[in-house]
């Protein structure tokens, strides 16, 4: 199970891009990177999913390197209501225990 | 379509008390998870159920126990409630038990406090 390091808090003003990256050294060739998303008081929502180079959906992009040791989150002209945790989970499809939240990074968008 | 659905919203139990939080999904998923998330920390598996009849125990099942009761409903019990497992309580549902790759939808948590 590949570990993922993350810090664990951002701060971060309204407009502006936010990149939050998460390492994980020890990625298999057969994992996925995937990011959720948590709002006070809410369960986690899944924000982006990718295996190599970039994604980008309508809420943000995730960039993998060639090495895919790390990852970065890109949260593009953030707002007070994307002032939330972010987790970052690597594993493998098919393999169900993989699923591990960590503590996540904690964004706080200021005015 | 309400997605995955919890009850009670919120819990105060006495040591020793016993209570089940239930779980509804409509979204005709075959897998549901219970997890717990402590203050300022990530979620934890409690258990899972890859489909319906089946159900197996994640990372922190001592002190639980579960039903798939159908499809749709996967309840989580308390037998004797302990400080120790104050708590949010969220359940979750995916398409299928394929890991990180397949999407996992929660509900909004149940927070439970045992005095």
């Known amino acids: 199970l590949a570990k993922t390091t993350q810090p664990i808090s951002m701060d971060s003003y309204e407009g502006q891009e936010v990149n939050i990256t998460c390492s994980h050294n020890?990625?298999?060739?057969?994992?996925?990177i995937t990011w959720y998303q948590q709002f006070p008081s809410q369960g986690p929502r899944f924000i982006i999913q990718g295996y190599k180079t970039k994604v980008t959906n309508e809420v943000a992009s995730l960039f993998i390197p060639a090495d895919r040791k790390s990852s970065t989150l890109s949260l593009p002209r953030v707002s007070l209501s994307d002032t939330a945790v972010y987790y970052c989970l690597v594993g493998v499809s098919g393999g169900y225990n993989k699923l591990i939240f960590g503590a996540g990074t904690r964004l706080a968008v200021h005015p | 379509n309400a997605g995955v659905t919890q009850t009670p919203k919120f819990q105060v139990l006495k040591t020793g008390q016993s209570m089940t939080l239930q779980c509804a999904q409509d979204?005709?998923?075959?897998?549901m998870y219970w997890y717990r998330q402590d203050p300022g920390m990530g979620l934890r598996l409690i258990y899972y159920s890859a489909s319906e009849g089946t159900t197996d125990k994640g990372e922190v099942p001592n002190g639980y126990n579960v039903s798939r009761l159908n499809k749709r409903e996967f309840s989580l019990r308390l037998e004797s409630a302990a400080p120790s497992q104050t708590s949010v309580y969220f359940c979750?549902?995916?398409?299928?038990?394929?890991?990180?790759?397949?999407?996992?939808?929660f509900g909004p948590g149940t927070r439970l406090t045992v005095l």
């Open positions: 979204m005709n998923h075959n897998s």
């Open positions: 979750a549902s995916s398409v299928s038990l394929a890991g990180v790759t397949d999407t996992q939808y």
């Open positions: 020890n990625i298999a060739t057969n994992d996925y």
